[in-house]
Every structure is written in structure tokens, then in C-alpha cells.
């Protein structure tokens, strides 16, 4: 009989793959848990690598062979080592040598090596003798963290058991704080000052906080701690309570068998839980969701509960468990002191003798004194005592006693320190005793493109963030450090989103739920209303700002009535700016900073008890002289007073007093050069926002009618995001339109060849001598990065606010972000011939909102309700439209039916 040949030998290696992943699907679609599949792929994989080792040693001569398996050994580590791999899981191996450079193993090494690759199998390997390993290991907690799993496959076992001794002696247990430090490092890299960061809504669940690497530190700190590295193991040596063990184990299968189920759904390695994943899961789980919680909610409300869960038990173990510096011991002896009786404050942890633990742990009220101290002297209660309180956590009282109450509202009353007590109280279980609306919140997931985490990790970050303003030198820790009861402000913060997953408005649910809360803490009346009210409109002024004419007098003064006073303002304005950066990364920029402030300051002129429409023109007054100075400086014989005020005769009231000087007179003097004809394209770079601005200044009188659209049509075929929009005219006509907006193409600043390129996209469309349904032609890629299917699912409508303006109507248009919908829109009202006075867009809030200030051709509101209904029914209709069929066919490029402008 023939041998096989090597194709028939990779084919059959292939197969015996397969074979491996079809049987644990089989395993997997009938219900086996994880851990169980994973044991299975794991000494399948065993075998299989067994018997690849015994072919692979076949091909050398006798004598060859006998030598090969005496001159080093196979062995599994990291994952491998474990045994708990996935289906299409690397498979880390290291080849140890008996020497360096032995030429046999070496030899068979390359070829076992080559046939893996053959085979389609990913190889993690590298080859070493056993002094090299224990080198390597002493220097790099990378190298040294996959030797904790090493585990014995093929050759010489003494080599092995060699390797294991010495990393014992000489990497753990000589140097065991150096190695659980370095491990510590390795896994905090991102971390912030007060442990992992939050869990990510598309978590990778082997790396994200609370994902399995978290279980891995807690096996190689436990290695090296007591020389054991399993949960059971750990238990019994009293490293883990019989709880925490439970906790442990429940969240490693759940977050194995997750792990198995993306690798079969992507066909190979994926650790990443994206809102696609979720959805399909959710479905497939059988989630059936409620009135007040979609099913893929429910779903990863569940896997938060699981990885929070374990990230806090990792934390507390951690914190147990690492070895203490001799320059931290020294600390606290310098600066530790009594305090109290039985508290000892150290350098950063406040800590209580083990005759005073029953004391502190006996009641709630007793607790909270110990959280008291803590956040008098800026520290945190140690990890001992604070493990104590969370497994003596009595039933929740009925009726917070004055004590209680009076200790719990004293915390709230510090500021760096508030962020991490409350952290901490949250982990503890103690908050959930205090304020029992807290439980729900907890791993409570808002499914949108918005929010970047949980509830309550944004509600703790929003708690953090608020604080901060302590030390901010800008115009919010202004107003922070002028708030006469910090603490109103800090409990509204942390009660902000706490209506939400309960079905309803949020913000009027967690308004009710602030009066209880602050009841139940004994609160004085008025500090009551003003925690509900902050609540009720946290919202609102981000609202406002970011979609309203912050120059509108009777917005101003109705937004002011509701508040009520000055203080109340500065509590909602740093509220606003807390809530917003708490929601991710690059949420709080510049344009909403400078937006949000200019409000701020014109209600509390308004507040304050000046007359608003007074400021109001001496502000104007005061940026036409500082407009004239600036041109005065540039050498400019027109710009005197008078002069800059009949240029600006025509302007917003917005325009003169949101736009910077410096921008005003640059648009003056291209008022002043520019010809009838003409048509000028600025743009600038914010390094800030990772966006450009295009400005569009033109004295073409033909162009005036649907300038807006025709503009928006150029920036959505040249595959722009836009992310504002302000449009101004002169008294004399002049037009100055500005545009903010992200070019998808580039990562940093675009090239000057693409902006020219913009410009004179701009320039030709304005001038007439290119239309913009030919623009859209010669763009193919139009729509190309459109997502036909949102995640966020949210409702497509039109909004009529016919109330809070007297001069123009107001069109709030809430839809899916894709390109073109700006044009589209803008389109639709130029057909209906409405004017855009002004507009403003935000791609954040949930979904985009496009705010049109519109206005009838004779340059008054809409004044009929037909009229009102005729321009609801048409943007509607346009929306429709923009998502039927015929428009993803207009997407794709296979159709162009575009009106012409």
C-alpha cells in the first residue's frame, strides 16, 4: 500500500480540525456548558498535536528519531496550557530545548511548525532552553504570566518538570511581589486611578474589564500568593469566600460558553461582543424583553451582571492580596494617626483594628461613619474592611435614622474624594441600602450608537466628573465653586438617570424618585425641590443650547422661569457638562463647551436681575468695537465704529454675539474684496474636534434662493459628515454660511489638495457652473458607509415648535444618520418654498437631530395650521422616501433621480 502524500496528508489533518469544531457545535447547539466544550477542544487539540509530533518525527531517520523527544519537549502554555480553549483559539506552544542549537530538535521544530501552518492551525510558539525561559520570565510578566499554565504535551518530561521548579524558585516565590506587581501592570494598562475602566457596550469578553484575563490575574496573583492556581483551590486556602468562589465560577461559564458561541458565528478567532452579536444572541437565547426593556437589553444587562460581578471581585482580591512597599508601609507610620477611637487613617486607606470590625460592620448607620471618616480624610476604607461591610450587609431599613441620614449627606459634601467613596459604597452593596433605586440601575443598558456604558457607570463617572470642577480653571469651575450646598448638586447627579429602564420619561420618573430619596434622607424642603428639579431638566439645557437660538429672548426667559434662581443655573449648568462628558470618550468638545457657557452666561444676566435685551445690544455694542480695534490693528482706513455697523446691519443676533471677533472681521474684509459675482471658500482646521470648517461668503444674488441645500448637496457628495450648520446674510445680501464638519476619508488633517478640492466644488455649484445632482454622478462612493439596518432602531419624525420664536418657525427633525440627509432635507423645504433662516445639527443625542429655522418667503413665521401641517407632511414624506428601496438603489449607484435645484 502507498503512503499518502502530502496533500493527502493535510487534507487529512484538516479534517480531524473540523472534525474537532463540528463535534463541539453539536456539543454547543445541545446545550453542554462551556467549560465542558472547552475541555473537550482543548484535549482534542491535545491529540491531535500528539499525534501531528509522532507523523512529524516519522519523517527522520531511526536514529534520529530516538534522540529528537530525549533533546527537548512540547509544551502548552498560556490558553493551551489552561485548557480552555475555543474553537478557533490560537494554540500557544513553547519548544523547550535541552541546549541551544540542537540541530535534530531544532530540525524537527521548523517541520512540526510548517505542518501546523499547513493544517490552517494559528501558532503562538517560540523555542527555548530552560535558563533562557527563567531570563526572559524574571524581566517580562508577558513571558513570565504564560509559564503559570505550562503544561506538559510531548517529549522530555524531566525538561519540563526542570523549567517548573526553577520558575518556582527564582521567578514566584524569591520574587513574589516584583512578579505580582508585574502582572498587576501588564493588566491595568488603561486602567483608571480607581480601577478597571467601566464595562465597554461592545466588550471584548477575554480582554474588557471584567472579561476572562480578569480571571487569569486572579490565577497567577493566586499562584504565586499559595502556590495554587483553581478557584476550589483558592477557597480552601480562605483567598476566596465560598460566595465569591460561586460568583467566580458561574461568571467563567458564562463567559466561556459566549466566547464559543462568537467563535462559531464569526467562523474564527472573535472576542468582540459587538450590538450586531448582541442582537443575534438576544434573538437566539430567547430573550423576550418588556414594556420597559428591549430583549438585547436584558441580555446584556445579564452578561454586565456577570463581568461586574467578577471585575469587582478581581479588585477586592487584588487589593487583598498584593504585597504592601516598604516605602507604603513607611508612609503610613510617618503619616498614619488615629482617629475616632478605632479607625487608623494611613496615606490612602483608612483602616480599623480587628476588635473594632464587628463595631463598624453592626448597622447601617455604623457604616456610614466609617464612610464618613474616609471621605473627611480623602481616603478609601481598606480592602479588608471594606470586604467586611459588603458580606455583613444588613436588610435595607425601612427608615434611614438622623444619624444615618446626617453622615450620608456629610459625604456628599466632599469633592476629590466623593467619585471613589462612592465607587467603593456601590461595591460594597452599602449605596443600595441608603438609596435602594440604586439596585436598579445597576448593569442597566441603554442599546444605542450614544451612550458608551452603563447606567451606572456613567452615573459614577458623572459623579467624578462634577468634582473635578474643583480644580477647573474655566468657566465651569466657576460656577462650581460659587454653589453654596455642593452636595444638592452632587445627589442630583447621582440621581440623574435613575428613572431610566422603568418605562416613560426618565427625567419626570426620576424627578418623583428624587423626592423620595430626598425625604428619605431628611432633607430641608426646598433642597428637595431643588434636587428634583435638576433631575426633571437635566436634559434641558444641553437641549437648548445645542438645537435652540440661544438668542431667542423669550426662550431665554422661559428657560430661566422654570429654574428659578442663580444658583439653581450653576447647579444644572455643571450637571449638563458632567452628564455629557460622562457619556465617552470625545462627547465634550469645544463648539458644545463654548454653546453651552454662552446660555449659561445669558440667563444669569437674566437671573441676576439685569435686563436681558440690554445686555443683549451691549454685548452687540461691545463686539462691533472689538471687531473695529481688530481691524484697526490690520491697517484697515474703513473700519471705524460706524462702518462696522452698517456692515453687520442684517446679522443675527446669534452671529454677533457667538461668533469671535477675530472670525467678524475676517468676514468683513471679504465682504469688502468681494466681487458681485464672486463666491469665497475659507476653511480652517480644529485640531480639538478632528473637524474643518468651510466657510462660504458670497455677494451673488442669484444664488440666494436654496443656497443652503445646494451647499449641503456639495459636502454630502464629496462624503462629508456635517456636523453644524450656521447661515447669515447681510443687509446688503452678502451671504456668509459656515460649516463644521468631518471628512471620513482622513484620519487627521485632510491634505490641501482635498480642501481645494471642496472648495472649488463649492464655488462651482454656487456659481452655476456645476449642479449638484452631477456631483453626486461623478461620486460614486456616495452613501457607501450608510447603514442600512441602525442599531438604534429609534423612530424617524418631525417636530413643530411654533412657540419659541415669535419671528421664525421652528422644524426639529429627529432620523438616522446617513449621507445625505441634510440635502435631502434641505431639499424638500426649498421645494415647499420655505426660507432657512438657521440651523443647527447634532449626530450625538441618540440619532441626529436637524434643527430648521424656517420662515415663509416674505420673511415671516408659518403662520396657518395647514401651512404647518403641509411642511410636517412633506419633511415626513422626504424621510420616507429617503429610506425606501428606490433610495438604497440611489445609494448603491445604480440609480440617480435627483431633482434639479
Not at 424642603?525 to 431667542?552: G, P, W
Amino acid at each position: 500500500m502507498n503512503s499518502p502524500t502530502a496533500i493527502e496528508l493535510i487534507n487529512s489533518r484538516k479534517l480531524h480540525i473540523a472534525q474537532i469544531r463540528e463535534k463541539a457545535k453539536k456539543l454547543f447547539d445541545s446545550g453542554i456548558p462551556g467549560l465542558q466544550i472547552a475541555s473537550m477542544i482543548s484535549s482534542s487539540f491535545d491529540e491531535f498535536l500528539e499525534s501531528l509530533a509522532a507523523e512529524t518525527l516519522a519523517g527522520f531517520t531511526k536514529e534520529q528519531a530516538k534522540l529528537i523527544p530525549k533533546q527537548g519537549a512540547m509544551i502548552a502554555i498560556g490558553g493551551t496550557g489552561r485548557g480552555e480553549m475555543a474553537p478557533y483559539s490560537d494554540i500557544d506552544l513553547l519548544f523547550l530545548e535541552e541546549k541551544s542549537g540542537t540541530s535534530d530538535f531544532n530540525q524537527f521544530v521548523n517541520t512540526f511548525v510548517q505542518n501546523c501552518w499547513d493544517s490552517k492551525i494559528q501558532l503562538g510558539h517560540s523555542v527555548r532552553d530552560v535558563a533562557t525561559c527563567i531570563t526572559l520570565a524574571r524581566q517580562d510578566p508577558q513571558i513570565a504570566t504564560p509559564l503559570v499554565e505550562a503544561r506538559f504535551l510531548w517529549g522530555n518530561e524531566s525538561l519540563f518538570d526542570r523549567l517548573v521548579t526553577q520558575f518556582k524558585q527564582r521567578v514566584l516565590f524569591s520574587r513574589r511581589r516584583k512578579f505580582i506587581e508585574g502582572c498587576l501592570e501588564a493588566r491595568q494598562e488603561g486602567w483608571s486611578e480607581y480601577g478597571p475602566p467601566a464595562q465597554e457596550l461592545e466588550p471584548d469578553i477575554k480582554s474588557s474589564s471584567g472579561g476572562l484575563r480578569d480571571l487569569h490575574l486572579i490565577r497567577w496573583i493566586g499562584y504565586a500568593r499559595y502556590g495554587v492556581k483553581d478557584i476550589d483551590s483558592l477557597r480552601l486556602k480562605g483567598a476566596l469566600s465560598k460566595e465569591d468562589a460561586r460568583s467566580l465560577k458561574q461568571a467563567w461559564e458564562f463567559l466561556t460558553r459566549l466566547r464559543i458561541d462568537l467563535h462559531f458565528s464569526d467562523g474564527d478567532e472573535q472576542d468582540r461582543l459587538t450590538k450586531d452579536e448582541q442582537l443575534r444572541i438576544a434573538e437566539e437565547r430567547g430573550y423576550t424583553g418588556s414594556d420597559k426593556q428591549r430583549p438585547v437589553e436584558q441580555f446584556m444587562q445579564e452578561y454586565f451582571h456577570y463581568s461586574s460581578s467578577l471585575a469587582a471581585i478581581t479588585r477586592r482580591f487584588v487589593a487583598i492580596e498584593r504585597p504592601r512597599t516598604l516605602a507604603e508601609k513607611t508612609r503610613d507610620v510617618v503619616i498614619g494617626h488615629r482617629a475616632e477611637g478605632m479607625f487608623y487613617v494611613g496615606s490612602d486607606r483608612i483602616e480599623v483594628a480587628d476588635r473594632y470590625v464587628d463595631r463598624v460592620c453592626r448597622d447601617v448607620e455604623s457604616m456610614l461613619q466609617l464612610y464618613k471618616a474616609a471621605a473627611l480624610y480623602g481616603v478609601l476604607p481598606s480592602p479588608k474592611i471594606a470586604e467586611a461591610i459588603k458580606d455583613h450587609l444588613p436588610d435595607s431599613p425601612d427608615e434611614l435614622s438622623e444619624r444615618s441620614a446626617k453622615s450620608f449627606i456629610e459625604i456628599f459634601k466632599c469633592k476629590s474624594a466623593l467619585g471613589p467613596i462612592l465607587r467603593s459604597m456601590f461595591q460594597t452593596g452599602l449605596l443600595d441600602l441608603v438609596i435602594p433605586q440604586v439596585t436598579h440601575i445597576r448593569d442597566l443598558l441603554q442599546f444605542n450608537q450614544y451612550h458608551h456604558f452603563t447606567v451606572d457607570e456613567h452615573t459614577l463617572r458623572a459623579v467624578e466628573a462634577v468634582t473635578r470642577f474643583e480644580e477647573d480653571q474655566g468657566p465651569a469651575g466657576a460656577a462650581y465653586r460659587e454653589i453654596r450646598h455642593q452636595e444638592v448638586l452632587h445627589l442630583a447627579v447621582l440621581l440623574h438617570d435613575i428613572g431610566k429602564g422603568m418605562g416613560g420619561d426618565h427625567s419626570e420618573i426620576g424627578a418623583d424618585i428624587a423626592i423620595e430619596v430626598g425625604t428619605r434622607l431628611r432633607m430641608p424642603v426646598y433642597q428637595i425641590e431643588q434636587v428634583s428639579l435638576l433631575v426633571k431638566l437635566h436634559l434641558v439645557m444641553a437641549d437648548i443650547a445645542f438645537r435652540r437660538d440661544i438668542t431667542d429672548p423669550e426662550l431665554l426667559v422661559n428657560f430661566c422661569r422654570q429654574i428659578g434662581s442663580p444658583d439653581v443655573l450653576r447647579m444644572l449648568y455643571t450637571l449638563t457638562i458632567a452628564d455629557v462628558s460622562a457619556v465617552g470618550p470625545g462627547t465634550w468638545t469645544s463648539w458644545k463647551a463654548n454653546l453651552l457657557t454662552e446660555l449659561f452666561d445669558r440667563c444669569l444676566v437674566i437671573l441676576s436681575g439685569k435686563r436681558y435685551v440690554y445686555d443683549e445690544q451691549q454685548r452687540i455694542q461691545e463686539t462691533r468695537l472689538k471687531v473695529t480695534k481688530c481691524l484697526a490693528e490690520r491697517g484697515e482706513d474703513k473700519g471705524t465704529l460706524d462702518w462696522v455697523t452698517v456692515q453687520l446691519a442684517g446679522f443675527s443676533a446669534y452671529y454677533l454675539t457667538c461668533t469671535p471677533p477675530e472670525q467678524i472681521a475676517d468676514d468683513l474684509q471679504i465682504m469688502e474684496r468681494i466681487s458681485d459675482k464672486g463666491v469665497e471658500v475659507i476653511a480652517s482646521w480644529d485640531e480639538q474636534t478632528n473637524s474643518m470648517e468651510y466657510r462660504v461668503v458670497s455677494a451673488e444674488k442669484e444664488i440666494q434662493s436654496g443656497c443652503f441645500h445646494k451647499m449641503a448637496g456639495v459636502l454630502t457628495a464629496k462624503r462629508l459628515e456635517i456636523l453644524s450648520a450656521d447661515i447669515n446674510t447681510s443687509a446688503s445680501g452678502i451671504i456668509i454660511d459656515s460649516y463644521r464638519v468631518v471628512d471620513p476619508d482622513y484620519t487627521d488633517e485632510p491634505p490641501q489638495s482635498r480642501v481645494d478640492e471642496i472648495a472649488n466644488a463649492l464655488r462651482s455649484v454656487l456659481s452655476g457652473e456645476t449642479s449638484v445632482e452631477e456631483l453626486f454622478i461623478r461620486n460614486s462612493r456616495f452613501g457607501s458607509t450608510t447603514n442600512a439596518n441602525p442599531v438604534s432602531e429609534l423612530p424617524q419624525l418631525v417636530k413643530i415648535d411654533n412657540d419659541s420664536s415669535d419671528s421664525r418657525t421652528i422644524f426639529d427633525v429627529f432620523a438616522t444618520n446617513r449621507p445625505g440627509l441634510l440635502y435631502t432635507l434641505t431639499l424638500a423645504l426649498y421645494d415647499m418654498h420655505v426660507s432657512i433662516d438657521m440651523a443647527k445639527i447634532s449626530t450625538h443625542f441618540d440619532q441626529v437631530i436637524d434643527v430648521f429655522y424656517v420662515q415663509e418667503q416674505d420673511g415671516k413665521r408659518i403662520r396657518t395650521a395647514e401651512r404647518l401641517q403641509e411642511i410636517k407632511d412633506g419633511l415626513q414624506r422626504a424621510l420616507d422616501d429617503f429610506d425606501s428601496q428606490e433610495h438604497q438603489k440611489f445609494e448603491r449607484g445604480s440609480t440617480l433621480t435627483l431633482k434639479k435645484s
